[in-house]
Nanobody, 124 residues
C-alpha cells in the first residue's frame, strides 16, 4: 500500500509561482514512476507531468511545458511540482499519483495510487 499526501497549494496572482509537494508513505516508492494530474472547474482530470523513479526522465503536457518542472527526492519519499509563470487557467485541484510499473504514462487509468488533491487558485 502507498499513501500520498499533497501540499503547497494556495492562492497566487498570475505570473507567480508555487511548489507542490507530495509525500509518499509505504514501500517501493523509489520504484514508482510518479505523476501530477489536475482537474479544473467543469473539466476532466488531465495529465500534467510525470517523472521516472530515477528522476532522470520527465515529460509534460503541452499546456505546462516550459513553465512547470517535476522532480523527486527518493530519500525523502517526495515528488515536487514547481509551477512558474502561473496563469488563471492553471486553477485546478492538483493530484499526485504513483504508478506500479516500469515506464512513464500520461493515462490516469495506469496510475494505482492517488493523493487527496490540493487546490491551486491563480487570480488574474
Amino acid at each position: 500500500q502507498v499513501q500520498l499526501s499533497e501540499s503547497g497549494g494556495g492562492l497566487v496572482q498570475a505570473g507567480g509561482s508555487l511548489r507542490l509537494s507530495c509525500v509518499a508513505s509505504g514501500r517501493s516508492f523509489s520504484s514508482y514512476p510518479m505523476g501530477w494530474f489536475r482537474q479544473g472547474p467543469g473539466k476532466e482530470r488531465a495529465f500534467v507531468a510525470a517523472v521516472t523513479w530515477s528522476g532522470k526522465t520527465t515529460f509534460y503536457a503541452d499546456s505546462v511545458k516550459g513553465r512547470f518542472t517535476i522532480s523527486r527526492d527518493n530519500a525523502k519519499n517526495t515528488v515536487f511540482l514547481q509551477m512558474n509563470s502561473l496563469k488563471p487557467e492553471d486553477t485546478a485541484v492538483y493530484f499526485c499519483a504513483a504508478r506500479v510499473g516500469a515506464v512513464l504514462s500520461r493515462l490516469q487509468s495506469e496510475y494505482n495510487y492517488w493523493g487527496q488533491g490540493t487546490q491551486v487558485t491563480v487570480s488574474s
